[in-house]
């Protein structure tokens, strides 16, 4: 069973900076994609960034590009998420979500994706 626990939210001030880890087990995560999804109150999940785990191919909402960075470290088997230059429009839920097959070109598809973590808040003041 594929578990996926989200760490490293909070609340920081906009231009701040934050980074989300994502620690998975269950699976030999050799060909996984591997994604970032967030949820505001009121609104729908959304796809923030993903990462292919057998090539590092990246992907990115247009949100968030330039701002954000996806990696893998593949020996902790763990996702993060560096987020730079936070803005109040990023406060939301974030989810790690994984799935065993290539991102695609519809990698920010929620249904695409098997196992979700529980998330993690992160809140940006202004």
């Known amino acids: 069973q594929v578990q996926l626990v989200e760490s490293g939210g909070g609340s920081v001030q906009a231009g701040g900076s934050l980074r989300l880890s994502c620690a998975a087990s269950?699976?030999?995560?050799?060909?996984?994609?591997m994604a970032w999804f967030r949820q505001a109150p009121g609104k729908e999940r959304e796809g923030v960034a993903a990462?292919?785990?057998?090539?590092?191919?990246?992907y990115y909402a247009d949100s968030v590009k330039g701002r954000f960075t996806v990696s893998r470290d593949n020996a902790k088997i763990t996702l993060y998420l560096q987020m730079n230059s936070l803005k109040p429009d990023d406060t939301a839920m974030y989810y790690c979500?994984?799935?065993?097959?290539?991102?695609?070109?519809?990698?920010?598809?929620?249904?695409?994706?098997?196992?979700w973590g529980q998330g993690t808040q992160v809140t940006v003041s202004s």
């Open positions: 979500a994984a799935d065993p097959a290539p991102c695609g070109t519809t990698w920010y598809v929620t249904f695409n994706f098997s196992y």
């Open positions: 269950g699976y030999t995560y050799s060909r996984y994609c």
């Open positions: 990462i292919y785990t057998r090539s590092g191919t990246t």
